[in-house]
């Protein structure tokens, strides 16, 4: 992307496909990146309500409809905005925060996995909702792995912002974009990998999918 917006001169996706493809055809990168956004959103949506599903006090929630429902409602407000920004440093003052609190949470995985307290005869062990199982292989395929391939793709679908990130990248060159993508991208590989592995290291089978959302 960055070798593109040197080339042709253009700083969005529409722009370059003008300048190389022809400008009778700009809107088509525009109906991909809808379409594509969208689905991001939604799939954003899914996971806040699945998660808030389980959070809020079952008391507030009305009888009739669903619990996924109102949680999806609770959760839609604040998207909105977030997808209006025209400029990302406007969320830098939670960024930090936000990779804080990843780190507090992949430091609580490694220390729950090592510690033994959801091992047999430890702390939490009787406490369980369900006790691990470990007989299936690390590296086992199924149409379950789907899931992961989901998850992944949420995780790393961030190349619809590829032009603005370029943009806005200080003292952006190719070759600068290029390194910050890459570590960027190779600090959240290892994230996942270490969730992945100790969270099934503690829970097994029994691990739920949020871990890793």
Same mark, same amino acid.
């Given at each position: 992307?960055g070798h593109s917006v040197v080339l042709t001169g253009?700083?969005? #996706? ?150 603005? #990130? ?9 070759r600068r974009f290029t390194r910050v993508v890459g ?17 099934f290291m503690t829970f097994g089978s029994a691990a ?6």
């Open positions: 992307v253009q700083q969005t #996706y529409a722009g370059m496909w003008g300048q190389v493809i022809g400008p009778r055809t700009q809107w088509f990168p525009l109906l991909v990146l809808v379409i594509v956004t969208f689905g991001c959103s939604l799939g954003y949506l899914c996971l806040f309500a699945a998660m808030m599903k389980d959070l809020l006090p079952q008391d507030v929630i009305p009888e009739w409809g669903s619990p996924r429902i109102w949680a999806l409602i609770v959760v839609l407000p604040p998207l909105l905005p977030i997808c209006m920004l025209k400029d990302l440093a406007a969320l830098s003052f939670v960024s930090g925060p936000a990779g804080v609190a990843t780190l507090y949470v992949v430091g609580i995985v490694l220390v729950r996995a090592l510690d033994g307290t959801y091992a047999e005869g430890g702390r939490f062990h009787h406490g369980a909702v369900a006790q691990p199982t470990l007989h299936t292989s690390l590296f086992h395929v199924s149409p379950k792995s789907l899931q992961l391939v989901n998850a992944l793709a949420i995780g790393y679908l961030c190349h619809y912002n590829a032009c603005k #990130y370029y943009r806005e990248l200080r003292g952006h060159t190719p570590v960027g991208v190779g600090m959240t590989s290892l994230i996942f990998m270490v969730v992945m592995i100790f969270g739920k999918a949020v871990i890793l959302n």
